[in-house]
């Protein structure tokens, strides 16, 4: 999608940068949306979405089904849902996407910027046989789009960007990637994590996430994060299971409202889980492994971490984890220059860094270096 900047005047000889610059600035933050307007705009969808007959007929269905099996299972505690109940939570799941015909499209329109409410924009979108888009890929497409506007503000305003760094960064890439139509076609297409369907999944994470419904996710919440069914990787196995511990530091350290995170801390911190190869990902694994904030961590920080994934250990298990072992083990990992104590730098240069912090933090990723270990 193109962003038309007709309102901006551009500099004469006689004009001033500087208030072309911030015109410019302000005639883009009007075409983006913030995260209140988005939440808006998604109730909005809700309320002018309509199923069709068929779809009716089916969320009826469900309900029926729903409250045999409920009653089943309160009067017998053994009784287990037959595998069907699953697929039928899945059409729940389906039936709950709220979908937009072109009318119920304009429908939403009358707050939004002109560029997003253009039916060139509605005919990028697969329609169903009943010419419906899904309403939520249109709201990403608005984020993403929202996002790479403020990306470019940011680049335009800040001297402490390095622009080559920005031009070679593995995002940067992937987004170019997009705007070349060859690439759609491609076996890489499916990686790309600016990709209709990886915003998708990413959203259908949140929403599993978001057990209460209320837009947020509490500290109870994350701890789900890595075992919902939008998490499961190709053999339908869970990511990731993180430590109370590990979250307790994130939501300690990120932005919350009544001690919950909202949607953009959400995409912060799962680019951060989800990317284990760049520097800025072990840069925020290492904001939260170092609490003191001293430049190190020793044995006592290590050991409290730990802690977590001896708890999952047991859980699963009934067995204790060997701390002293394992913590010589990460050690011998890393190999830093003091042999008491590990820096960020020692992190970096052993190659091992993301290993190390996974290994403390995630207990599915504990149980791979395991695997791997024997």
Excluded at 60 to 66: A, N
Excluded at 249 to 257: A, G, H, K, L, P
Aim: glycine residues 2%; hydrophobic residues 40%.
């Amino acid at each position: 999608m193109s962003i038309k900047l007709s309102s901006v005047v551009f500099p004469t000889r006689s004009g001033n940068c500087a208030n072309v610059l911030e015109l410019f600035k302000e005639h883009v933050n009007q075409v983006c949306l913030d995260w209140k307007q988005v939440q808006e705009l998604i109730t909005k969808i809700y309320e002018v979405v309509t199923l069709v007959p068929a779809e009716n007929q089916i969320c009826k269905w469900i309900e029926t089904q729903e409250d045999e099996i409920n009653q089943r299972m309160e009067i017998d505690e053994k009784y287990v849902p037959p595998p069907t109940f699953e697929e039928i939570q899945c059409m729940k799941q389906w039936l709950d996407i709220p979908k937009l015909n072109y009318l119920q499209f304009r429908a939403c329109t009358s707050k939004l910027p002109k560029q997003f409410t253009l039916a060139s924009v509605f005919m990028q979108f697969r329609q169903d046989s009943y010419g419906r888009i899904n309403g939520l890929l249109w709201v990403d497409l608005i984020q993403l789009t929202s996002l790479q506007l403020q990306s470019h503000l940011l680049l335009i305003f800040s001297g402490n960007l390095v622009i080559e760094r920005v031009r070679t960064h593995t995002y940067c890439h992937a987004m170019i990637n997009l705007l070349c139509p060859e690439f759609h076609s491609s076996i890489e297409y499916a990686a790309n994590p600016f990709t209709i369907e990886a915003i998708s999944t990413i959203h259908r994470q949140y929403l599993q996430l978001d057990t209460d419904k209320d837009g947020m996710l509490s500290r109870q919440e994350m701890l789900s994060y890595g075992r919902k069914k939008a998490f499961a990787n190709e053999n339908g196995h869970a990511t990731h299971e993180l430590t109370k511990q590990f979250i307790d530091r994130v939501f300690d350290m990120s932005i919350t409202y009544n001690d919950e995170l909202d949607y953009k801390s959400f995409l912060d911190i799962n680019i951060r889980l989800q990317d284990k190869t760049s520097k800025s990902s072990l840069q925020f694994f290492w904001r939260v492994l170092d609490m003191s904030e001293m430049g190190f961590i020793d044995s006592t920080v290590i050991d409290y971490f730990l802690k977590g994934i001896a708890e999952k250990v047991f859980l699963a298990t009934e067995g204790h984890l060997d701390v002293q072992i394992l913590r010589s083990e990460l050690f011998d990992m890393i190999q830093p220059k003091n042999p008491f104590k590990i820096t960020l730098d020692d992190l970096a240069s052993s190659h091992a860094g993301q290993t190390f912090v996974r290994v403390l933090t995630d207990y599915e990723a504990y149980l791979k270096y395991e695997r791997q270990a024997k």
